[in-house]
């Protein structure tokens, strides 16, 4: 049992026992009806503000609604603002946490009714609402540690609310005005609205004892009460099923088969049809085929992509190249730290400077996706930092720090970033610029690629590829207005640039998969691959012994409008090798027995990475503080026996002190 699961079943818990406390007081309709346009505003408190970050309304709201109607309604009120308001800004593992806050929000409103005896000045009721953000800062933070694994220490804790101080004082300003400017004036309102009713909490009625006049009024509480659960059912439980419904599988795979029949005879994938391949859209197409359930091992045309980059591993010295092949070997089932002799990990490690990969913000995100697909939680960490500096105030990222916001670098980041509240920016700068046509791009026009790499973003942020609309139209609307009929996926209207390119980064999004993406099923064991280099040429084969001649992929220059990692901007030429033997060949003559690139300089050790000859970065980061890294590391998991203790005791006390609570004020 996982501490995940254990705190789920404490706040479904609370809440369950929160909304049974407020149906068995048994409030009139007119109060249910209250409780239900409060909770509306609860909602609209947080949704009207959510261009301004971590500024909300929705805590005043439950407070007040507390201190006037009693903490049951108080309960009530916060329970569900947090609940529906998420239909809108994205549910979550989050939700029950920031349930069971506001819903405790509603129950302090309450208590601080009987602290001062119903008479309160704004200041009093500004600094309590002032202190409620602090808290519920402080309990969300909480919940990041707990639902989003790691390491359970105060150190890492600590780290978490330093990290949080921002958003923290920008909700406490934000309740100390709220209540200043309109707290008084809501609960005169609300106090006169009461007393109309003259209605107070009923005294709990024994289990069979006669419901008399109210059992129409209970029933109605119970509605909500029933109402409240199932919609929490149909939230979690349904999490799973509204993925894979937002999923458009049919169509991915009609694009992967697309992508099956554009492989060149090395094993590899060119950007168009009929091109030269390169490690970029190899590793891309790999990411593809892997999202629509296919083992790239099984796609093979002389050599399968892996042995394409298996092949050409020389060339494989870009940071960006090097990221994108340890996503590819995840799809395969390899290890990136044996690549042939090589430890791509160290050599991309080796390629960051301030935790960065040459100021750029896309190949840094990748490479934070390659960290962690094999679980280097502390490099992940370190570029990570980097990452969420260079968020742009307005939600976005360039394609550098400093540079002006776009869609496809804000989509590449939201495949890595892990923070809740710089997600939620990101999302709200994507649909501000989000095009009528459903689409996304960085100039006049929407393009596949731009809206891809957003809709990948949404998909690793666990809201799905239909999230944001416009105009009725949704990222995959757009996308699949570009479909042609044999499977593939246009740049744009009318445009087919980098056709494979754009194909596979749309099915990895049609697909609704995020980065890493593990090795599926392989359709049948090759015993041949076995002997081949996991895919590549069988040595000594002379039909391909000679091709290339050691030139490695070709220039290409990304269309306008996409900002996603190009490739190679210039060839790499060595010398020719001499071609392999037949059955016996060997590295540095003709590249592993004459596959092609042949050219291997027999001075140079094709396992050896140089880092780039134009940067100023320094090679060796300086490490980070022991406690912001704690924020990532893996932690152990406490046993069933022990989990099963913590959730007993917690959950005792939470209705102890509730009963306690309410003998000692007669609620």
């Given at each position: 049992m996982s501490w995940q699961l254990v705190s789920v079943v404490v706040l479904m818990f609370a809440l369950g026992a929160g909304m049974l406390w407020y149906e068995r007081s048994r409030p009139p309709s007119q109060i249910v009806a209250l409780v239900a346009?409060?909770?509306?505003?609860?909602?609209?408190?947080?949704?009207?503000?959510?261009?301004?970050?971590?500024?909300?309304?929705?805590?005043?709201?439950?407070?007040?609604?507390?201190?006037?109607?009693?903490?049951?309604?108080?309960?009530?009120?916060?329970?569900?603002?947090?609940?529906?308001?998420?239909?809108?800004?994205?549910?979550?593992?989050?939700?029950?946490?920031?349930?069971?806050?506001?819903?405790m929000c509603g129950v302090a409103g309450g208590l601080l009714w009987h602290l001062t005896r119903g008479r309160i000045d704004r200041w009093t009721l500004a600094v309590f609402c002032g202190l409620a953000g602090v808290l519920f800062g402080a309990w969300m933070n909480l919940e990041t540690m707990v639902s989003f694994g790691g390491e359970m220490s105060l150190d890492r804790y600590l780290a978490l609310e330093v990290r949080a101080i921002p958003f923290d004082v920008a909700h406490m300003t934000g309740n100390i005005i709220f209540a200043l400017a309109a707290g008084p004036a809501m609960i005169a309102a609300l106090v006169r609205f009461r007393e109309r009713f003259q209605w107070r909490q009923a005294e709990v009625t024994p289990v069979g004892a006669p419901e008399g006049g109210s059992a129409g009024r209970n029933r109605t509480a119970t509605g909500v009460t029933l109402l409240v659960l199932g919609?929490?059912?149909f939230t979690f439980g349904g999490e799973t099923t509204q993925k894979a419904e937002a999923a458009y599988t049919g169509q991915a795979s009609s694009a992967a088969t697309w992508l099956r029949g554009q492989q060149n005879s090395d094993g590899g994938f060119a950007s168009m049809p009929g091109g030269s391949s390169s490690v970029n859209i190899t590793a891309r197409v790999m990411f593809a085929l892997a999202a629509t359930g296919i083992n790239p091992l099984d796609v093979k045309i002389n050599a399968t992509p892996y042995g394409y980059?298996?092949?050409?591993?020389?060339?494989?010295?870009?940071?960006?190249?090097?990221?994108?092949?340890i996503l590819a070997m995840k799809t395969v089932g390899q290890d990136p730290r044996d690549f042939k002799g090589r430890n791509l990990i160290e050599a991309l490690r080796n390629r960051r400077g301030n935790g960065s990969f040459g100021n750029d913000v896309n190949v840094t995100a990748f490479a934070?996706?390659?960290?962690?697909?094999?679980?280097?939680?502390?490099?992940?960490?370190?570029?990570?930092?980097?990452?969420?500096?260079?968020?742009?105030?307005?939600?976005?990222?360039?394609i550098a720090k400093g540079a002006t916001s776009d869609s496809d670098s804000t989509g590449a980041a939201l495949m890595a970033i892990t923070g809740k509240k710089q997600a939620n920016r990101a999302i709200g700068f994507l649909d501000g610029i989000q095009k009528s046509s459903g689409g996304f791009g960085n100039s006049g026009t929407a393009n596949a690629q731009s809206t891809g790499l957003v809709m990948q973003g949404l998909v690793a942020q666990g809201r799905g590829v239909n999230y944001l609309k416009k105009n009725g139209n949704t990222p995959a609307d757009y996308l699949l207005s570009l479909q042609q009929s044999d499977g593939s996926i246009f740049y744009a209207k009318n445009n087919d640039a980098t056709r494979i390119w754009v194909t596979a980064d749309?099915?990895?999004?049609?697909?609704?998969?995020?980065?890493?993406?593990?090795?599926?099923?392989?359709?049948?064991?090759?015993?041949?691959?076995?002997?081949?280099?996991?895919?590549?040429?069988?040595?000594?084969?002379?039909?391909?012994?000679?091709?290339?001649?050691?030139?490695?992929?070709?220039?290409?220059?990304?269309?306008?409008?996409?900002?996603?990692?190009?490739t190679d901007t210039s060839p790499n030429t060595g010398n020719t090798g001499n071609p392999g033997n037949t059955g016996n060949g060997n590295r540095n003559s003709g590249n592993n027995s004459g596959t092609g690139n042949n050219g291997d300089d027999p001075t140079v050790d094709p396992t050896t990475t140089e880092p780039p000859a134009d940067t100023s970065i320094p090679l060796v980061p300086v490490a980070p503080s022991n406690a912001v890294l704690a924020a990532s590391e893996a932690g152990p998991q406490p046993s069933p026996l022990i989990a099963t203790l913590i959730a007993l005791f917690v959950t005792g006390g939470l209705c102890g002190g509730t009963i306690l609570l309410a003998r000692r004020f007669n609620w």
């Open positions: 346009v409060l909770a509306a505003l609860a909602v609209a408190g947080r949704i009207v503000l959510a261009p301004i970050p971590n500024v909300v309304a929705t805590t005043d709201i439950v407070i007040i609604a507390g201190y006037v109607l009693g903490p049951a309604p108080g309960f009530a009120v916060g329970a569900l603002g947090g609940l529906v308001s998420n239909f809108w800004l994205g549910q979550g593992v989050w939700t029950p946490w920031q349930m069971v806050a506001w819903g919609a929490l059912l980059l298996v092949n050409n591993r020389q060339y494989i010295t870009k940071a960006s190249d090097i990221a994108l092949t934070v996706l390659a960290f962690r697909s094999v679980a280097a939680s502390k490099d992940a960490q370190y570029s990570l930092k980097w990452l969420y500096k260079a968020q742009n105030k307005n939600g976005g990222w360039g749309s099915t990895t999004a049609l697909a609704g998969k995020a980065l890493p993406i593990a090795a599926p099923a392989r359709e049948k064991d090759d015993d041949a691959n076995n002997s081949n280099n996991n895919g590549g040429v069988t040595p000594g084969d002379n039909d391909n012994s000679s091709s290339n001649n050691g030139t490695s992929t070709p220039t290409y220059t990304p269309p306008p409008g996409s900002l996603a990692t190009p």
